[in-house]
């Protein structure tokens, strides 16, 4: 099968066309990213999958109201997200799941925030391996937590990597907000998080959030991903 | 000037990077690749984009009538005709109630009506440019089917029972009872309404419910009542240790509503 190489816009331009194949080669090319945002957002495979599902339906049927003032995959993480938190809205139920039983043993293991800054750490050792994966669940189980606008704009924002900006234009709002939002779980976050995230030993200069790779987002004059 | 609380700075970068690691990395799961390329098979059935506005809520499927006056009657009429044009050509449309053994239990009523009604509630008209039966695909045809009604009043499902696991468990089990129970099957509980009188044509049908046939997938079909129009209730093959709900509109197969409900 050969490779599509239209641009996005090309693709729902296409689709608005008339070619019924083009946006589910769209909506292909950009499925994962938008299926790890709808996992993080909804808290559970199942939800997230049926938020995917509504807004992957909801771009098909709107994709003629694109007006080309965003990059496509704006747009189309713009339609995922409103429609993953129009469920969480509708179900007005709060994803939770139960936070470590005993904290004091993840602070015993000491700062696991140096070990997440620290290059070249023992990035293969099983106990290693064993505290970063209890460490995503309680972070994960703490994200559950914020309300769901808190919770988009920080999956977006610190997970996935958008700026500011982006992410403004994904969830309809001012960037003021999108900011103040994320600020508002962190410092939540932060709180539930404690014990699992002490303080640094002093001197020790934090690195800034890493960006997410560049190649998960191409550009909107870019062909398919190799 | 220095940070007025340098701490807090620091800890909201130690939570950025928390963040950033627990990031989600893994692709899309096969089956529910499967299951977003069906419902976009499903949606190219239906035939051209209608341009809606951002600012109409696309997603609010509830408001049938608002959705009927926004859409464009003769593409939903069109696939709708060729559907009844294939199901004549073809005689018997589709088969059991069941393509692959959902619940694992043998298709009990039948799941499927032959051709519009003359009280179906979707007129279609004669038009003689409408595609023909030679111009549809076998494999579209052959996926044609709508359920029977098997009670005599109407099974109504509402916009809540997709709120919550215990309701999609309920309406999943509407699969079981109406396979088992056949007429004797009474309005879905948690919907009674007091007094509604059985709606019954002359045949003994129950005539609250025509439907089309249509695109509706695979799995268990329920016919159901769903803002005061017929709609499909459609239970898919299990994957796992869930299975999917979809609330599906007559004739065309448009998704009304989903959702994912465990097994467990």
Known sequence: MSEDLRTDADLLAAHVAGDTSAFGVLFARHRDRLWAVAVRTMGNPEDAADGLQDGMIAAYRRAGSFRGDAAVTTWLHRVVVNACLDRLRAAKVRRTEALPDDLEEYAGRGSMVTSVTESGSDAGDPADLSVRAERRRAVLAALALLPAEQRAALVLVDMEGYSVAEVAQMLDCPEGTVKSRCSRGRTRLAALLGALAPRVDEGHTPSRNPRAAAAVRPGEGTTAPP | ?264
């Not at chain 2, 690749?33 to 809606?52: I, N």
């Not at chain 2, 079981?176 to 709606?199: H, W």
Request: with cysteine; glycine share 8%.
């Open chain 2, 1 to 264: 000037m220095p940070d007025p609380d340098p701490q807090a700075h620091d800890r909201e970068d130690d939570v950025r990077r928390l963040l950033a690691e627990a990031r989600h990395d893994g692709p899309v799961p096969v089956n529910v690749a499967a299951r977003l390329d069906r419902v976009l098979e499903q949606l190219a059935a239906v035939g051209p984009v209608e341009v809606v506005s951002e600012q109409e809520p696309a997603e609010d499927l509830d408001d049938l009538d608002a959705h009927r006056r926004r859409r464009r009657a003769r593409n939903l009429l069109l696939a709708a005709a060729a559907v009844v044009v294939v199901g004549v050509g073809l005689g018997q449309l589709g088969g059991p109630a069941t393509d692959s053994g959902s619940d694992g239990s043998a298709a009990g009523g039948s799941s499927y009506v032959t051709t519009s009604d003359a009280d179906a509630s979707e007129a279609v008209p004669q038009d003689e440019s409408l595609p023909s039966a030679e111009n549809y695909s076998g494999s579209l045809a052959k996926r044609l089917r709508a359920p029977e009604p098997t009670s005599p009043r109407p099974v109504v499902v509402r916009d809540r029972d997709f709120a919550s696991t215990d309701r999609l468990r309920a309406l999943r089990e509407l699969s079981t009872m109406t396979r088992s129970l056949g007429s004797t099957v009474e309005e879905y509980p948690a919907d009674a309404r007091a007094g509604d009188r059985p709606m019954l044509d002359s045949a003994g049908r129950a005539s609250w419910y025509a439907c089309k046939s249509g695109p509706y997938g695979e799995g268990h079909l329920v016919a159901v009542q769903y803002d005061a129009h017929p709609a499909v209730l459609a239970i898919r093959p299990a994957t796992g240790d869930s299975t999917v709900v979809e609330l599906l509109r007559c004739g065309s197969g448009a998704v009304l509503r989903s959702a994912t409900v465990p097994l467990s």
